[in-house]
């Protein structure tokens, strides 16, 4: 049972436009989310981040929205550019009463971002 | 990149033998995981550790084992590799804090022939 979802394997974006990602969960219990971006033969690099008790989270270029009665979360890119093209990762993490550091991962979206 | 170094970075290896990856930090972080990352899977836990002979199973643990006898260096091992295993594999770190967070390693690419 796939409790972060990415429904979108792949997206096309031209540099200079807006990428959004987005992510799905299921589970009421994750109080904690994040993305990771990742470049072909390196590992994730931690992008960005938001608490539960937040609904948005801005970072230069980068800004997470969380809706949480929707239990969904997307990445925003403004500007697009070319060295954005990675692939993306987003994240969730129960709750800290449930004694875990443990992260939950979605099967990624692939950015293409093109002149 | 939080001083982690995974080795080796690439093996080729037939089905049947037994391979050790091996994760070190440098930074003495209690929390460690071993993650691996296949097409249309994303990334999940296999085991992960939260202290010196502390370990725990993850989502994937079937056919693995791990080991930590040193805060630095965590260890994974394939008993008996099959091509099912055949995957790019990733040790990360938490840190916690201000933003709490994991950092990975640069990976480890296994093909199990």
């Known amino acids: 049972d796939q409790q972060v979802k990415q429904n979108s394997p792949s997206l096309s974006v031209q540099e200079g436009r807006i990428s959004i990602l987005n992510c799905d969960y299921t589970?009421?219990?994750?109080?904690?989310f994040l993305w990771y971006k990742k470049y072909p033969a390196e590992g994730p690099t931690f992008l960005i981040s938001?608490?539960?008790?937040?609904d948005k989270n801005e970072d230069g270029r980068f800004t997470v929205f969380l809706n949480k009665s929707a239990k969904h979360l997307s990445l925003h890119i403004v500007p697009s550019q070319p060295g954005d093209s990675a692939v993306y990762f987003c994240?969730?993490?129960?709750?800290?009463?449930?004694?875990?550091?443990?992260?939950?991962f979605g099967t990624g979206t692939r950015l293409q971002v093109f002149p | 990149d939080a001083g982690i170094t995974q080795s080796p970075r690439h093996k080729v290896t037939e089905t049947g033998t037994p391979v050790t990856l091996r994760c070190h930090q440098t930074?003495?972080?209690?929390?460690m995981y071993w993650y691996r990352q296949d097409p249309g899977h994303g990334l999940r836990l296999i085991h992960y550790?939260?202290?010196?002979?502390?370990?725990d199973k993850g989502e994937v643990s079937d056919g693995y084992s791990v080991s930590r006898s040193k805060t630095e260096d965590f260890l994974l091992t394939l008993e008996s590799a099959t091509s099912s295993q055949t995957s790019v594999y990733f040790c990360?770190?938490?840190?916690?804090?201000?933003?709490?967070?994991?950092?990975f390693g640069p990976g480890t690419r296994l093909t199990v022939l």
């Open positions: 990360a770190i938490s840190v916690t804090g201000v933003k709490d967070t994991q950092y």
């Open positions: 930074e003495n972080h209690r929390y």
């Open positions: 589970n009421s219990m994750f109080d904690y």
């Open positions: 550790s939260y202290g010196v002979k502390d370990t």
């Open positions: 994240a969730a993490r129960p709750s800290k009463s449930y004694n875990t550091d443990k992260l939950i």
């Open positions: 938001i608490s539960s008790i937040k």
